[in-house]
């Protein structure tokens, strides 16, 4: 399958930063890989219009799971699509932590985005405490249940591993840590959704940088990676992407 290298912005990016993306279709306008940034809200439509006829799709970082309403400050999945957006970011454990998002919310938000037509980027991942209490699989497994819709399919649906605590940190797992949950994560999609699972993309997330990109590309069942850090910059997030 082709791999994906996902960009997630988070709250970082006024105008000035729309430089880096003409930079980086500049440096990588045929990648070898499917390319996407998720920028702040503000900054969707125009990334888009940069982005339009090139490999860069656009994501959002987060949806409500209603179609529209009296949600202040929230966005609706048909709202990114008219924005620009092909993908959507969910669950990710800073909203799990900052907004006490839970998996049924998640599940419900991921719903949301597919009949809008979005792919859903639906994030798990163990704290450091979870991980040194001996639960990261059990957490995982529970994440992943209750996060992924039962309509989830290869071409809706990616999954992204991101250890809490390799998040921003400059840690990450070692590869055989990140090989034996990308494998329970296949082992447990297949369980539930039969062949097609093969075909679900698993990102790998967690203080991705080009120094260790190939090698974490390398290992089984990693199919891509969610960056944080080194998206903001084209020639970081350029070298990633050369590196899937
Ligand atoms: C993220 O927040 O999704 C992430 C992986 O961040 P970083 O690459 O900065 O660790």
Known sequence: MRKLAA???KMNGTAAALAEVQALLAAHPAPACDMLLCPPATLMSRMADLARGTALR???QDCHAAASGAHTGDIAAAMLVDAGAS?????HSERRADHGETDSLVNAKAVAALVAGLIAVI???????ERDAGTTLDVIGTQLAGSV???ATPDTVV???EPVWAIGTGRTPTLSEI??????????LTARFGQAAAGMRLLYG???KPSNAAEIFAVPHVDGALVGGASLKAADFGAIVAAL
């Not at 993908?87 to 669950?91: E, P, T």
């Not at 090989?179 to 447990?188: D, K």
């Open 87 to 91: 993908h959507v970011i969910l669950g």
């Open 179 to 188: 090989a034996e949950v990308h494998g329970f994560l296949r082992a447990r």
């Open 159 to 161: 999954i992204a591993y």
């Open 7 to 9: 960009g997630n912005w």
């Open 149 to 151: 819709p039962d309509a």
């Open 58 to 60: 656009i994501g959002g």
């Open 123 to 129: 994030c798990v991942g163990e704290t450091e405490a």
């Open 206 to 208: 967690g203080s991705v």
